[in-house]
């Protein structure tokens, strides 16, 4: 599904990675671990288009997604990929689910349909009772979930998540975990995961380990 070929990213005089190739499959959930600063997070960057390489390619299912304009690498971006970060980036001003609704906004979905469809996704999260709270009325595991469903509005077909349980307790990052393997269950998403939670790394398919820049092994 997605082919990331010869991956080279400097930033100045620092060579971040170092030719990094790694394919994977529609369905896959994929750990990737490794000290800090071996590369993680840039290379989720650039997999999710949040970034661009100096040097390789990232194709989607054919597409060289780095060929795009701007402006059709934005909208490709919104519609097929979905992303879950360590901070939940919710706006504090804005109930749960008026944060879901907001990349469905901007995708052009109709109102009365991002409503029905964010509401959806905050009950099958288990947030029923929270749709209308703003971030400071949740705690840290359910505004990890309204991530989750804001991430999930547009039904990407794949899910980037960068230390998604990193903020939270151990029983909130054991629930958001399960939670990752179930929607994998459900819609057939591919998840591709940085993580320094060992027990997530190692629930993945398949785990990477990087390492100055080059994946070590697989």
């Not at 899910?159 to 998604?164: S, T």
């Not at 393997?181 to 591919?190: C, E, G, H, I, M």
Request: no cysteine; net charge negative.
């Amino acid at each position: 599904m997605i082919h990331v070929t010869n991956i080279h990213k400097y930033y100045g005089d620092l060579h971040i990675l170092r030719g990094v190739s790694i394919d994977i499959e529609q369905g896959e959930v994929i750990s990737i671990v490794g000290p800090s600063g071996a590369g993680k997070s840039t290379l989720l960057h650039i997999i999710g288009t949040l970034d661009r390489a100096n040097e390789g390619k990232v194709i989607y299912e054919g597409t060289d997604v780095f060929q795009l304009s701007d402006k059709k690498l934005g909208r490709f971006r919104n519609k097929q990929i979905g992303f879950v970060f360590q901070f939940h980036h919710l706006l504090p001003e804005f109930t749960a689910i008026e944060n879901v609704s907001i990349p469905a906004h901007i995708a052009g979905m109709n109102v009365a349909d991002t409503k029905l469809k964010a509401a959806e996704l905050l009950q099958y999260l288990g947030l029923e009772d929270r749709l209308h709270h703003k971030p400071s009325q949740l705690s840290g595991g359910e505004q990890q979930r309204v991530a989750v469903a804001r991430a999930l509005i547009n039904d990407p077909k794949v899910v980037l998540a960068d230390e998604p349980s990193g903020n939270l307790d151990s029983d909130a990052a054991r629930e958001l975990h399960q939670l990752f393997f179930q929607l994998r269950k459900q819609f057939n998403q591919t998840f591709i995961i940085v993580t320094h939670n060992t027990e997530l790394a190692d629930l993945a398919d398949r785990k990477l380990t990087m390492k100055d820049g080059t994946i070590a092994q697989h």
